[in-house]
């Protein structure tokens, strides 16, 4: 079975940093891209970063290019999103979620439970 | 960016009724098109990729159609596990976009 599970969502001040983490089982994690994706309190989905599978390349949003880094360790099976200078309006749930082929471009199946991200003073 | 347009935002419906949501593309997005469920305080599960494939363990009920820039999702006879909010996200080009979400009330 497929397992996605993030950590590292927790309360950090304005200005702050922090990494985020998704360790992956039940399939081969190499051959598939990966992708962070967050959700704002009742708000719709934020597609973040997505990085290929030999992590050779990646893609951003431009709302959060410079300040989010995604990368991913192959031989942890784990995918990591490095946020720097936090603000209020990254508080959300992230969730990292599984590309369908190791090439980036694609939809997202499954999804992990997510993790809560809160920046606030 | 592609935009992706959802309507209605927000819809009642009753058990066993026909339900279809309508996703519109900004511009031309061939058939990239994936619909998504979200139910309360759980992640996002796929439910169609490729404008119409179903995703594995989906049941038959629901079913997409459309190519271009306008696209639907139907569920034939609504179940009470069915409520829930639903997206669409293109994946045509980087940066993917979601629609905004349609809510499905009883």
């Known amino acids: 079975e497929v397992q996605l599970v993030e950590s590292g969502g927790t309360l950090v001040q304005p200005g702050e940093s922090l990494r985020l983490s998704c360790a992956a089982s039940g399939f081969t994690f190499p051959s598939h891209a990966m992708t962070w994706v967050r959700q704002a309190p009742g708000k719709g989905l934020e597609w973040l970063s997505t990085i290929t599978g030999s992590g050779g390349s990646t893609y951003s949003a431009d709302s959060v290019k410079g300040r989010f880094a995604i990368s991913r360790d192959n031989s942890r099976n784990t995918l990591y999103l490095q946020m720097y200078s936090l603000t209020a309006e990254d508080t959300a749930v992230y969730y990292c979620a599984k590309d369908p082929g190791a090439e980036a471009g694609g939809w997202f199946d499954p999804w992990g439970q997510g993790t809560l991200v809160t920046v606030s003073s | 960016d592609i935009q992706m347009t959802q309507s209605p935002s927000s819809l009642s419906a009753s058990v066993g009724d026909r339900v279809t949501i309508t996703c519109r593309a900004s511009?031309?997005?061939?058939?990239?098109l994936a619909w998504y469920q979200q139910k309360p305080g759980e992640a996002p599960k796929s439910l169609i990729y490729a404008a119409s494939n179903l995703q594995s363990g989906v049941p038959s009920r629901f079913s997409g159609s459309g190519s271009g820039t306008d696209f639907t999702l139907t569920i034939s006879s609504l179940q009470p596990e069915d409520f829930a909010t639903y997206f669409c996200q293109h994946y045509i080009t980087y940066p993917v976009t979601f629609g905004g979400g349609t809510r499905v009330e009883i």
């Open positions: 511009q031309d997005i061939n058939r990239w």
